[in-house]
């Protein structure tokens, strides 16, 4: 420590141990070293780092405080915070052959290691250089290293960081929309299935001969039995033999002419019809006040989005918030490919989380594009008038 404090220059070193010596008086330990360059222990930095992950403020603050009383430069220490976050995630990625500047290798290090994520590791070295930059140029020190453990804090709850959240909002949301796609599914199998009706009278035919006389059922019948054509096999393959065929004649008799955009057309359109039906029935649930509440927020849900992801707020610009249930929201979109780009998971998932934030609850996200609501707000109308 004494040659990497020295940054390698012999006669800093030699007048840095000879410092040491003189304060230790008898064996040299590590804690001397870093008391007389006026850096803080290991000790200290561990109770910080843990009690960072653990959310409790009101020890940091009291740490703190008590290591200002003590003579410690905040700068110091947040320059040793910083080094000792950066040892820790070598060691969380690398392993033990990195090379340490503050960590000392033990079981309570190695235990903590196993415990905590990379992404909180990453993030707590990101912000300790931004608290660096702040105390350059503030005149309360103090102060702002408070501030920023609150912060740090109140960011990181449990060493989750923003993308682990975000990865967990997307599989919550993916999981809620294959739930309530299955549910409406269910929904129309009973109702067509209601709609059917057996029959009322079940009537037995008793067979008949070639002279239309009828027989018992217990009576034995000889099956007619037809002689089928020899077939001579073959090497030809379906392919090949469909290809001479063609040529021969215009479509071979075994071959079905199917239009392919009406297919597609028919297929759309049930799509958009599934669609249509289920906006229905949420528009008779619709929470007007809530389609108030998160109108009103507008500007601010676009600022989320837009600090979030830019990507996501582009296509979020062109939306409408058509209506608002309990557990819904729809978005509309001018045409079905926007609709598309916002369902895209890099989208709607920061889209949804900044919406769950302004409503304070969780919510299921539906894009649809204009025509499909179109055909929805006629339907309703219709069944209201």
Known sequence: MIARLAQGGMRDALSLLDQVLAYALEDVNIDHVIEVTGGVSLNHLFD????????????????????????????LLVDDL?????????????????????????EKIESFIDTVPIGHLQSLIKQWNEVKAVLKVTSNPKASLEIALVDMTADHPN???????????????????????????????LQEAKEIKEPEETIEVQPEDDNGTQHDSSEEIEPEIHQLPDVKESNVDFLTQLKEDLANSSVPEYVEVIDAESVEGEVKNNEGNSDSKWIVSLMEIGDKEARSHLNAQREQLEKTVKEARMTAY??????????????????IYPTKSKAKVADRVGNSSFIMGAIEDILGKEMNIKNIDRETWNVALSSFKSQTA
Do not use: C, W
């Not at 843990?50 to 003579?71: E, P």
């Not at 997307?170 to 929904?187: A, F, G, P, W, Y």
């Open 48 to 75: 910080l780092v843990t009690n960072v992950y653990n959310r409790d403020i009101q020890f940091l603050i009291q740490k703190v405080n008590t290591l200002i009383d003590l003579g410690k430069d905040p700068m």
């Open 159 to 189: 060493g989750l960081d923003s993308s682990e959240l975000l990865a967990l909002k997307k599989e919550i949301t993916e999981l809620r929309n294959l739930v309530q796609k299955d549910l409406s599914s269910n929904k129309v199998l």
């Open 314 to 331: 582009t296509i979020l610009k062109e939306s409408e918030i058509g209506l608002v249930t309990a557990e819904e929201v729809v978005m």
């Open 82 to 106: 910083t080094l000792f976050y950066r040892d820790l995630l070598l060691l969380k990625t690398i392993g033990k052959e990195v090379e340490l500047n503050r960590v000392i290798l033990d």
